[in-house]
């Protein structure tokens, strides 16, 4: 049977091994949510099976089930009522390790095969994932259907198409033949078989529990390892749709459903921590906070730990040919799911003499006012405004855009935005506040959220040079600049290399700083504190297996 | 210049990512070192470059020399007597940090060429190189020949290959075209660009300096990585020889020599510690002791860390076709280089009723005095018997030969064999002692050097049993079975992936457990505790580097 996943996907496989060669635009799961993609009534069947699962126990049965434990509530308003099956740690554990025993001796074909079908399953279920993350996260609908639906399985496809590239290329057997002058040569056939690490933890976060938990899942499963998926307690939904699905396939496939499954938990208590220092752990695979991912790296050391932590996303502004197109770009950036990226930009550097723009000079003041201002126009339809700005995942986030208000002088205050139809939502619109240089005690932190700093430098050197010690001592996922001077890109193109952060120069146009674009870019880089891997590359699937080999003469 | 370099050695690159695909037999660098291959004269002229050497100071300038060091000494008696550059820390640090600034940036394909002419340069050198690994390892010299050049050559371009081959597959641009329905697409340029992660180190060990050093040397620079070599204070003039090839292949291609620089030093002291902590480290390749080793995955977390330590390395023998076979093949693995290897097997286990062959049951006292009577007839001729041992590398070999000898029952003791050349060379012969099964607290340590234990035990089952164990806490690099139960050999193929060591069967011929061929066998695993990566596979290299990419509208 897995062997049939494998041929029935071997062309989807194939073609995603050389989009990751090529990197130019490819995608096997169509974002467009329109029934010309997804069929008639796909809409309305995935938003009729996420209302049938609220307030009932989740379909999921797994072995040492020892309660029930569930709280998820929507960041639009109403408690989820769902529960998940509680484990027992170490029953879970037991039976996961049955199941590894029996994943990890398939070929390599048939974890390719079973992981692709996942996926595939996966994107029928996208309407019904989009409204789970929905309302998990807080993203508009429109947002969780992408992000969380085809964007998400196109990031697990790329690192399923990683996977099998590097085993692909490690061949089963060899006849070794090392000739001897006149006499016969010494023959021996050698084999060389994929030993899978161990048991892989994916620890989900809250705000992309199915775009950061994919690519980790599928890394792991297709080098022939048993996942354990932690959701973050508030984003429980996505993830379990997904490991239901992912043992469907693989019971079907005749293997055994435990190589992947759920470890709920409410929050509160160390469950994470017990499960990343279980010694049947050998992967992790982390997103969220740089406390919990340092802790992980630092305690974790008999697990191969992959974290995508946080860190300080930073905008260069030097000058600029349309900046209305630039404050159009900035305002969207800032406002997407109210700045709830890892990716969303909070620093923005502009030399104190101001700018020069294809309309004349803006000072200082004007280019502030004119992110202000984008931001403004952006969101002032109220309607318009909430599926771009999505809800407030969590209290953290408004308390945190509370104490920024009084960081410096307002440039734009955050504002409530009352949702048409979920009048209980909490909706907040960007804070921009202006610092001084020198504040940096208070910008070279994350400010997790809708708050964005402006902040007068010397000079774009000045601007550059922050940036260099902002990456280097607390991390970034995007840097952006804005620039008509090309020794001025140059100039911030070597500094992104130097300090290994990935850079967008002069984004004016659809895409956003924010946006990463699975099969082509690459998210992350390892090479700063915001995350020790790239999702996803070579070195993000290599070292998830193992070669060991035998020898013999023939 | 390096553009020339690569052009010259392409084909011998795509001849090397051809092999390590296949891992058939293949060698780039003849391993005979007949005139045929390496040009009349070249053996006497290589003698007289390392007689040239001795008594002086090594021709090796480098910045930041504040002194000189050394203070090796022949295993086969005479001092050599040459000295090399003292650095200091900090200057060394600055200039190779300088010379990591201009390395980076060039392009992949300067790197490979660079490498491989490096290469060819050292395989030029080998015969001079041949006398420093003998007169510093102890030896043999058609040993030191083989394995410290041409065998160690080939490890170096497998690791070049590997590198190589990772590279190639990131494009190094990329036009990323989205379609937009009926509108124009959006178009992106997309600059993807290998960024290597910083300084190398290079931590050699005294049996095998070149063989162990070059995969981690070159998989290094292969990927833009500066490299700083630290040889053991017992085998710095192998290492020095490389160093000083590599910096002169760099100054003719124009590159700043100090992309490779020595720090040698006397025995003693701290300096492996105060160089892997250097934050500027960011890559550190090991080979050496299970605390050493333990202490820098412990303590250098600033940097990714490869180490191959050490282990309990196996032979289980259940039955044999052709018995006198089986036992000089084990005979010539436990003599070979007097058991100075990280692949010699240690624990010889035995069915207590003995074992099954073509000539009749054999008991376990036939069966290890079988074993003892193999080394007898291998080493009867002492000028036979030294070019298969050659010397004692130190002091604490003969300390724990002579502790072993009291462990058990005494099958044959070890002897000194007088070296007609170099009369004031230690020369010694393997122990065998017959333990009891029950004794794990000796058997299941590591006794570096000529000492086997030979192991009854009640079954086959248990001696599998025993391995299992074994290599789970203290690790393996090699394990052996002789069986012709096709049950047993598939029995002890499961254990060895479980476990995850190499393992080979029924060797009786030209092949030794203690050999592992480049482009074809993995050394090591990094499957179980001995080391932490293998010499030479894809998670080897790929993560010395970073992509970091830039984008923007085109």
Known sequence: MSHLLFERH???????????????????????????NYGEGAAEAG??????????????????????????????????????????????FAAVARAQESW???????????????????????????????HTTGQAFMMAFQAGGPHAQDRGLEAVAYAWDELCRIPPQALWEKPQGKGEPIRMEKNFRVVPRGIGLVIGCCTFPTWNAYPGLFASLATGNAVI??????????????????????????????????????????????????????IIDFTGSIANGRWLEEHARQAQVYTEKAGVNQIVIDGAADFKA???????????????????PQNIYVPSAGIGTAD??????????????????LLADPARAVEVLGAVQNDG?????????????????????????????????PLLVKLDVGDRATYLNEWFGPIAFVIATASTQESLAIVRDTVRGHGALTLSVYATDSAVI???????????????????????????????????????????????????????????????HV
Chains 1, 2 share one sequence.
């Open 10 to 36: 071997a062309a989807t496989l194939e073609r995603a091994v050389q989009a990751i060669h090529e990197r130019v635009y490819w995608s096997a799961y169509p974002e467009s949510a329109s029934p010309k």
């Open 397 to 429: 986030i408004l308390r945190r855009l509370e104490g920024a208000r009084s960081l410096g002088t307002l440039l734009l205050d955050t504002q409530a935005i009352t949702h048409p139809a979920f009048p209980d939502a909490t909706i907040r619109t």
């Open 229 to 282: 998926v932690k959701p973050h307690p508030a984003a429980i939904l996505p993830l379990a749709i997904t490991v239901k699905i992912a043992r469907e396939v693989l019971a079907e496939a005749g293997a055994d459903p435990n190589v992947v499954t759920l470890f709920a938990h409410e929050a509160g208590g160390t469950v994470a921590q017990d499960l990343a220092l279980r010694p049947e752990v050998r």
């Open 104 to 134: 990890k001796k398939l070929p390599p074909q048939a974890w390719a095969g079973v992981c692709v079908e996942i996926l595939a399953r996966i994107n029928k279920a996208s309407f019904e994932i989009a409204h789970a993350v929905m």
């Open 326 to 344: 630039v404050a159009r770009n900035i305002a969207f950036s800032l406002s997407l799911y109210t700045g709830q990226m890892c990716t969303a």
């Open 360 to 377: 004349g000079h803006l000072s200082f003041e004007e280019v502030a006012e004119g992110i202000a201002d984008g931001v403004r126009r």
């Open 47 to 92: 938003r009729a099976a996420f209302d049938a699962l609220l307030g009932k126990r989740f379909p999921l049965t797994q072995p040492a089930t020892v309660g029930d434990v569930g709280g998820e509530c929507s960041p639009f308003g109403p408690t989820l009522g769902v529960t998940y099956p509680k484990p027992d740690i170490d029953g879970l």
């Open 490 to 552: 140059e100039r911030a193109i070597e500094v992104a290399e130097d300090v290994g952060v990935a850079l967008s120069i002069n984004l004016t146009g659809g895409v956003f700083v924010n946006q990463s674009a699975a099969f082509s870019d690459f998210h992350g880089t390892g090479a700063n504190p915001a995350a020790n891997a790239t999702l996803t590359d070579a070195a993000y699937v290599a070292n998830r297996f193992r070669v060991v080999q035998h020898r013999r």
